[in-house]
């Protein structure tokens, strides 16, 4: 399909492959919001949650993150849409239409929570090693045989994503304290097989085999910790987790199999400083980008051979500018502020001097989970 050529007073769209063309350089940044179905299917609301999204003015737009267990092992939140089942998948097709509808390319995020799934019944927790801080939860740490399902596990949802709801890409979630990330990080992961020889095998592995399956053009992304940022938590611990060393690395290794690189940072397992998602002053300018130095290192290290993303409280047109024109990144992505504008985009097209409503107080999931409510922008409530 063609996409809109969209007028920008910020910057042209950008070509991620010969089959993905955004419309511009703003990318909705994967973000969770409880609008399935309990069972995983996408609902209605869900649809239209995507249609006014895809209406906004938005490059791009990259999913909820999406489990592929049909035991649902590996879910991150409540009403989080799957990718379990070819049936679970057809009803993506709608969400999917409703974003091209509007000619705004829509990329599903595939994810397993592994470890840091949340506190739900009958959720057994896939770990690499019992080093993660002591679980009471039920948990089981993989063979190998099971490590190698799941990596068939995320390469049947690419081709789900791809064959049955006409996604215009994937992004295999490999950040923010995830089982992808899990495997990468030495706080996590201290087997002693070839996934604890080589951290980065796991996560190599599910980008190769997605590669294999979906063929050379199909658009395949990766989010990606430029850093685990263990060294700005509380965790009084000797592990450095993921730095931006093994990223490097990583980018290397994948640099003629992956498109794209979203680099994010951060780990929810070591306490509020290190998180992913900060709060903090970000209409100020030299606050936006929060990880944008890791952004340009992976920049430096893959050159144009493929496209860099940048994510963090990235906030007004001029805090996008100073990324890309200084060389941190190719595009950039926000998360929060579509929560409280969907058309956050078109606003900040027709205003760049424009101050979003989102100021980063990072209420809204909380909210959502405290409440069993989907998401909703929060930051008028009293605390
Ligand atoms: C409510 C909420 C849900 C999120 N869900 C996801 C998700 O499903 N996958 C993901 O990679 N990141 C998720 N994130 C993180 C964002 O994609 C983004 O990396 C982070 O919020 C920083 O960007 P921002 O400052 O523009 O919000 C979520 C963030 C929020 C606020």
């Known amino acids: 399909m063609s996409y809109k050529a969209q007028p920008t007073t910020c910057f042209t769209g950008i070509e991620y492959n010969q089959n993905l063309l955004a419309l511009n350089r703003w990318v909705r940044s994967a973000t969770w919001e409880g609008l399935a179905e309990p069972n995983g299917n996408v609902s209605e609301e869900m649809v239209k949650y995507y249609?006014?999204?895809?209406?906004?003015?938005?490059?791009?737009?990259?999913?909820?993150?999406?489990?592929?267990?049909?035991?649902?092992?590996?879910?991150?939140?409540?009403?989080?849409?799957?990718?379990?089942?070819?049936?679970?998948?057809?009803?993506?097709?709608?969400?999917?239409?409703?974003?091209?509808?509007?000619?705004?390319?829509?990329?599903?995020?595939?994810?397993?929570?592994?470890?840091?799934?949340?506190?739900?019944?009958?959720?057994v927790r896939q770990v690499f090693s019992e080093t993660v801080p002591p679980m009471e939860m039920p948990h089981n740490v993989m063979t190998i045989e099971e490590?190698?399902?799941?990596?068939?596990?995320?390469?049947?949802?690419?081709?789900?994503?791809?064959?049955?709801?006409?996604?215009?890409?994937?992004?295999?979630?490999?950040?923010?304290?995830?089982?992808?990330?899990?495997?990468?990080?030495?706080?996590?992961?201290?087997?002693?097989?070839?996934?604890?020889?080589?951290?980065t095998l796991f996560l190599c592995n599910i980008a190769c085999k997605i590669r294999a399956a979906v063929g050379p053009d199909y658009p395949v992304l990766m989010k990606l910790n430029g850093d685990d940022c263990l060294h700005e938590g509380e965790l009084q611990i000797e592990a450095k987790g993921h730095t931006i060393a093994q990223s490097v690395e990583i980018i290397?290794?994948?640099?003629?199999?992956?498109?794209?690189?979203?680099?994010?940072?951060?780990?929810?397992?070591?306490?509020?400083?290190?998180?992913?998602i900060r709060k903090g002053n970000h209409y100020k300018v030299e606050n936006q980008g929060y990880?944008?130095?890791?952004?340009?290192?992976?920049?430096?290290?893959?050159?144009?051979?493929?496209?860099?993303?940048?994510?963090?409280?990235?906030?007004?047109?001029?805090?996008?500018?100073?990324?890309?024109?200084?060389?941190?990144?190719?595009?950039?992505?926000?998360?929060?502020?579509?929560?409280?504008?969907?058309?956050?985009?078109?606003?900040?097209?027709?205003?760049?001097g424009l101050k979003i409503k989102c100021n980063s107080c990072f209420k809204c999931m909380p909210y959502s989970f405290q409440n069993k409510v989907s998401i909703r922008c929060v930051k008028d409530l009293k605390e």
């Open 51 to 123: 249609a006014d999204l895809a209406k906004g003015g938005v490059g791009m737009i990259i999913t909820t993150c999406m489990f592929f267990d049909e035991e649902r092992n590996g879910v991150t939140g409540f009403n989080q849409a799957g990718l379990a089942t070819d049936e679970m998948v057809a009803t993506h097709k709608a969400l999917v239409d409703a974003c091209h509808a509007e000619e705004t390319p829509v990329v599903a995020q595939i994810n397993h929570s592994g470890a840091a799934a949340p506190p739900f019944p009958n959720l």
């Open 252 to 276: 290397k290794k994948l640099v003629d199999v992956v498109d794209t690189v979203e680099v994010s940072g951060g780990s929810q397992i070591a306490g509020p400083k290190a998180m992913p």
């Open 291 to 352: 990880f944008k130095e890791y952004a340009k290192a992976v920049k430096q290290a893959v050159g144009d051979k493929m496209r860099v993303i940048s994510v963090g409280g990235i906030r007004s047109v001029a805090g996008a500018n100073q990324l890309i024109e200084g060389g941190f990144c190719d595009a950039v992505s926000m998360s929060r502020p579509f929560i409280a504008q969907p058309d956050v985009v078109n606003q900040m097209f027709a205003d760049e």
């Open 147 to 199: 490590i190698e399902a799941i990596e068939d596990g995320f390469v049947q949802a690419a081709i789900r994503c791809k064959e049955i709801a006409g996604y215009d890409g994937v992004q295999i979630h490999a950040a923010h304290g995830y089982l992808v990330n899990q495997s990468l990080s030495d706080l996590t992961n201290n087997r002693t097989d070839k996934y604890g020889e080589d951290r």
